[in-house]
């Protein structure tokens, strides 16, 4: 009887350890499954994290284009105003001699000059030159 028992415990250990082989393997498998999924996801996520540096890597070039091109523009808008405000300051003192002539010849009379307005603001007003107008701009 001595002899049954230990071969039914042999064969209850026999029976543990076949479960637990089998448990060990099952356990191995769902691990290397689940590496695999997950080297596929960083896989994937390289993939599309590398597109999305081409893409902003293409935006940054043309938003650099565009940025170096308004640069320029207000480069030239910047020398243009600078441009006329000397060829503004030279009219100014332009009317400024004009109109010291005209006080000068006309005896003086400061109330005469400004009676039809503002000499420095409308000139061609002045000496009745409607159809003249201002230059809006001009390029150098």
């Not at 005896?107 to 230059?135: E, F, I, K, M």
């Amino acid at each position: 009887m001595a002899n049954a028992e230990k071969t039914s415990s042999g064969s209850d250990i026999d029976e543990k350890k076949r479960k637990r082989k089998l448990s060990n393997r099952e356990s191995a498998r769902r691990s290397r499954l689940k590496k695999q999924k997950m080297m596929e996801d960083t896989i994937h996520e390289i993939s599309t994290l590398e597109r999305r540096i081409k893409e902003y890597s293409e935006r940054c070039k043309v938003a650099r284009r565009r940025l170096d091109s308004v640069e320029s523009e207000n480069a030239a808008l910047r020398s243009e105003k600078t441009w006329l405000s000397s060829y503004v300051r030279d009219l100014e003192k332009m009317i400024d001699t004009t109109t010291s002539l005209t006080l000068t010849q006309s005896g003086g009379d400061d109330q005469n000059a400004n009676a039809d307005g503002d000499c420095r603001r409308r000139p061609w007003q002045q000496y009745g030159c409607d159809s003249l107008q201002p230059v809006a701009s001009f390029k150098t």
